[in-house]
């Protein structure tokens, strides 16, 4: 059984720093993308960053790109979200989700249970 | 940027009713086009991929068509463990992910 188990969110003050976490268990971690996707209080889904499976590469969202920073530990099954700087827009429930392919497009096929990041004074 | 336009944003139907939810895109994604389940409180949940084709363990009256720029989402007969919100998402090919703006299905 897939199991996508994340950590590591909580309040933190504008400007400053959090590490979440997501353990996976179930498959084969070092074969696959991964990604993180957030969602803010009452509002939609948003892709924030993914790392292919050797953590070679990673694209973000633009809003992120150069505060977020996403890696993995394919040892143990752990991908992570390093969060710099962070504003009260960054606050969410993030999300760790398994990037799976067909034959066509990708899409997230499991994901965790969600860690929330709360940002304010 | 690839712009995803979900429609509408809520929407009230009875048991037992058929249900349409439709997605557009800017540009031409060709079938990238999924679609996914919402309940409160709980991460969402893969229904249709690549349009058209139904998740393992889904049920059958969970359906999706379209493609290029036009995708709809159909339940066939509304049941009340169906309320939830629904996001349609695009993969525009260039690894970037986009969700819809995500429909509230209510019973009426």
């Known amino acids: 059984e897939v199991q996508l188990v994340e950590s590591g969110g909580g309040l933190v003050q504008p400007g400053g720093s959090l590490r979440l976490s997501c353990v996976a268990s179930g498959f084969t971690f070092s074969s696959q993308w991964m990604s993180w996707v957030r969602q803010a209080p009452g509002k939609g889904l948003e892709w924030v960053a993914d790392m292919n499976g050797d953590g070679t590469k990673q694209y973000y969202l633009k809003s992120v790109k150069g505060r977020f920073s996403i890696s993995r530990d394919n040892a143990k099954n752990s991908l992570f979200l390093e969060m710099n700087s962070l504003r009260a827009e960054d606050a969410a429930v993030y999300y760790c989700?398994?990037?799976?392919?067909?034959?066509?497009?990708?899409?997230?096929?499991?994901w965790g249970q969600g860690t929330r990041v709360t940002v304010s004074s | 940027d690839i712009q995803v336009t979900q429609s509408p944003s809520s929407l009230s139907a009875s048991v037992g009713d058929r249900v349409t939810i439709a997605c557009q895109t800017s540009q031409d994604i060709k079938n990238y086009l999924n679609w996914y389940q919402q309940k409160p409180g709980k991460a969402p949940k893969l229904l249709i991929y690549?349009?058209?084709i139904l998740e393992t363990g889904v049920p059958s009256r969970f359906s999706g068509s379209g493609s290029g720029t036009h995708f709809t989402f159909t339940i066939s007969s509304l049941q009340v463990e169906d309320i939830a919100t629904y996001y349609c998402?695009?993969?525009?090919?260039?690894?970037?992910?986009?969700f819809g703006q995500g429909t509230n299905l209510e019973i009426k």
């Open positions: 989700a398994r990037d799976h392919k067909y034959t066509g497009g990708w899409h997230f096929d499991y």
């Open positions: 690549d349009a058209s």
């Open positions: 998402q695009q993969y525009d090919g260039d690894v970037f992910y986009t």
